[in-house]
């Protein structure tokens, strides 16, 4: 036994590894989906208790980044670090998952999100309690609903959200796309670093409408868990059925922007051998040259 092996992680590892690769990618979609809602929604609540003091609205949008770069980083090598229903569909799509997996990694990155929201409440109760003295609200002056999941601007109608989600989420697939397209030669061990950018970019442009969720896991979990505790308002609020605005809508949007990539740029982009082959200049051969090629 060598020395690494000899270690207490190791010797649990050995003991208690999952050899079954779809329990062990839903354990991943799990973890992953709570480390990124803790961190995040922590980050949100910091930053409305806060009153933008404690944490400004590019604060988050960093926040954000950071919190998928090493929830993906902690993930990639297992389940691929999808953390986001809507993006595992899109990988269905262009036949990187099984279809059967997809709504069990949506359940399972749903059930992360929904038990980061029981952590991050646990953790912030008590700034909970000073900040609405007690009065837990989903929207107002003390609200503090929109700490676990996103609500609408007044100024939205309707259809807004749903466009939003649309365009929000077909630019995260479209980049991530972009990313993970073995052409555009980007190293895997980069990946992580990347779509934490594309989170801080689409927050800092995208975020005025709804929050920017993104992922019907993020939205719709811990607004479940916040039932709990507003009741079922959350889901009414602030006109029936808003809710399926971010729990669908992610969904068209992945799939529209993740095609459009292949269709606009994927396709026409050279095997990489072609790209090497046609960025060397070959000199000029004279007519002897030819000649003794041709024989």
Not at 111 to 124: C, E, P, Q, T
Not at 187 to 204: A, N, S, Y
Not at 244 to 259: H, Q, R, T
């Amino acid at each position: 036994m060598t020395a690494k092996e000899d270690t207490l992680p190791e010797r649990l590892r050995f003991h208690g590894v999952h050899t079954n690769i779809l329990w062990r990618n839903l354990i991943s979609e799990f973890f992953g989906t709570f480390l990124l809602c803790f961190i995040g929604l922590s980050i949100v609540f910091q930053f409305h208790a806060g009153g933008g003091k404690t944490t400004e609205w590019i604060g988050v949008n960093i926040g954000w980044g950071f919190a998928i770069m090493f929830a993906v980083m902690a993930t990639a090598r297992m389940s691929g670090g999808h953390l986001n229903p809507a993006v595992s569909l899109l990988l269905w799509s262009l036949g990187h998952l099984k279809l059967a997996w997809v709504p069990l990694y949506a359940i399972a990155q749903t059930a992360g999100a929904f038990v980061a929201s029981l952590a991050m409440y646990s953790y912030y109760y008590e700034q909970f309690d000073a900040f609405d003295g007690g009065n837990r609200t989903i929207l107002g002056a003390t609200g503090t609903a929109g700490c676990f999941a996103s609500y609408p601007s007044p100024n939205l109608g309707v259809w807004g959200p749903y466009i939003d989600q649309c365009v929000g989420t077909g630019v995260l697939a479209y980049f991530l796309c972009v990313v993970i397209d073995e052409r555009n030669q980007i190293p895997k061990i980069w990946h992580p670093m990347f779509f934490g950018f594309l989170v801080m970019m689409i927050g800092t442009g995208f975020g005025m409408n709804i929050g920017y969720p993104i992922n019907p896991a993020r939205d719709l979990g811990p607004r479940l868990f916040s039932y709990f505790i507003y009741g079922p308002g959350v889901f009414h609020s602030p006109y029936p059925n808003y809710w399926i605005a971010p729990a669908l809508a992610p969904f068209v949007g992945a799939l529209v922007g993740g095609w459009f990539y292949h269709f606009s740029l994927g396709m026409h982009n050279p095997d990489i051998e072609e790209t090497v082959d046609s960025a060397v200049q070959q000199p000029p051969k004279s007519a002897e040259q030819q000649k003794l090629l041709q024989a």
